[in-house]
């Protein structure tokens, strides 16, 4: 009998360590690190690039679409873009590539398309949907928002038209999104 009450005390301290130590582990381990990172790094995951462009300081790298594209198959056009500075990965963007003419809907982007971006590119599902600024742009029909996913990560983009749709969002490193999460909606 003592076996069996050893057996399951070790099983019972086993599986609560266990619980308890996955807590601390930062999302980001889950996935993978994209910001900051080389253009060789970003090569491993998402294979080479397909596009390139220099502007100054900056390169900006679009990556092979096929799989991206089962994301958004309502924007058949879309791809994704890394810009480096510094040869290191600073923006990721969304580009809907005028797709969004023909979408049927209204507002193409918004907290499920930005969950599944995320995901594409970091490999989990952010923790957090918050926004972190809404600006009217002057003209009636011109909004600008941020909004962050979290573990340093927000999401940016514009939206205009009677239907507000999205050209292009970004994904950058943005303090305030850091896994505190203390910070200013402003």
């Known amino acids: ?3 069996r009450h050893l057996c399951q005390s070790f099983s019972g301290l086993t599986i609560g360590f266990l619980l308890v130590s996955t807590m601390f582990v930062p999302a980001a381990w889950a996935g993978r690190y ?3 990172q080389t253009p060789q790094t970003i090569a491993r995951y998402f294979g080479r690039y397909v596009t ?5 300081d900056r390169f900006i790298y679009t990556y092979n679409p096929k799989s991206f594209r089962r994301l958004f198959p309502q924007f ?11 040869n290191q990965a600073k923006h990721i963007s969304l580009n809907f590539n005028a797709d969004f003419e023909r979408y ?3 507002q193409n982007y ?4 930005a969950t599944k971006f995320y995901n594409y590119i970091f490999g989990y599902q952010p923790p957090i949907w918050q926004e ?8 009636e029909t011109v909004y600008f928002y941020e909004y962050c996913l979290g573990d ?8 205009y038209g009677y239907k507000q749709f999205t050209d292009s969002a970004t994904l950058s490193y943005d303090a305030r999104c850091d896994p505190s999460y203390n910070r200013d909606s402003n």
């Open 52 to 56: 390139k462009q220099t502007k100054s």
């Open 132 to 139: 972190l600024s809404a600006k009217f742009g002057g003209n």
């Open 110 to 113: 918004g907290q499920v398309e």
């Open 104 to 106: 049927s809907g209204d």
């Open 34 to 36: 994209v910001l900051n």
């Open 152 to 159: 340093g990560v927000a999401t940016s983009f514009d939206r």
């Open 76 to 86: 058949p056009k879309s791809n994704f873009s890394i810009t480096f500075v510094n």
């Open 1 to 3: 009998m003592k076996s």
